[in-house]
């Protein structure tokens, strides 16, 4: 089973800021959070991993929650490209094999 | 484009053909793994090798499954007697490890369809 629990699917306004929740009470203290996403018919694509501290890239913005059990992915100007499954993942350091769960289904809407 | 590419990217076979797969990773990457994802559902994990070593196996790979990167290079995945439940998406990836957080790069999968 996945470790970690995310909302169906989301809408969001072109333009507007996508936060994408992620639920993730049974991590432990070595696992990172990483989130990929994945458009239909393609490999899922990389965006941003992290340990404790928030964390932010070209792509994304990763915030974790103190105690670790959640974490936020925020697009900050989502576009039509951004539409895809996103995926939060719990693992590395030793728990080298992802275990992904079902995601969430960003829609971006004009 | 990650680096790691697949080939064939589709592959359309008849019931009881053996077909197999290529993987070639991001050429610093040791570790390799392959998934198997079907429509709706997120990748599930097949099998992962640290340079040529098999080093686990999950039980969704039957025995008429089998992987292997001889030189700790690239890899295939084989499937004999192939049944229409195997029509799926064959996703590798590649990462650098061990090491904390390191990520996986998927390639752009490839598509079995099993007649």
């Known amino acids: 089973d996945a470790k970690t629990t995310q909302p169906t699917s989301m809408d969001c306004a072109e333009g507007r800021a996508a936060n994408l929740p992620c639920n993730h009470s049974?991590?432990?203290?070595?696992?990172?959070v990483y989130w990929y996403r994945q458009i239909h018919s393609q490999g899922p694509q990389y965006i941003i991993h992290?340990?404790?501290n928030n964390e932010t890239n070209e792509m994304a913005s990763l915030i974790i929650t103190e105690d670790r059990k959640s974490s936020t992915l925020i697009l900050p100007h989502a576009t039509l490209r951004d539409t895809a499954v996103y995926y939060c993942?719990?693992?590395?350091?030793?728990?080298?094999?992802?275990?992904f769960g079902t995601g969430t289904r960003l829609k971006v809407l004009a | 484009d990650t680096g790691v590419s697949q080939n064939p990217r589709h592959k359309i076979t008849k019931r009881g053909q053996n077909v197999t797969f290529r993987c070639d990773p991001i050429?610093?990457?040791?570790?390799l793994y392959w998934y198997r994802q079907t429509l709706g559902q997120g990748p599930e994990f097949l099998t992962y090798?640290?340079?040529?070593?098999?080093?686990?196996k999950s039980r969704l790979l039957s025995d008429r499954f089998s992987a292997e990167r001889p030189k700790g290079s690239f890899s295939t995945l084989e499937i004999q007697r192939t049944e229409q439940g195997d029509s799926a998406m064959y996703l590798c990836?590649?990462?650098?490890?061990?090491?904390?957080?390191?990520?996986?790069?998927f390639g752009p999968g490839t598509r079995l369809l099993v007649l």
């Open positions: 049974t991590i432990s203290g070595n696992e990172y």
């Open positions: 993942i719990v693992g590395g350091s030793g728990t080298y094999k992802y275990i």
């Open positions: 050429s610093e990457h040791n570790r």
């Open positions: 992290g340990l404790k």
């Open positions: 990836a590649s990462s650098l490890g061990p090491g904390g957080g390191e990520t996986q790069y």
């Open positions: 090798f640290q340079n040529e070593a098999q080093l686990e």
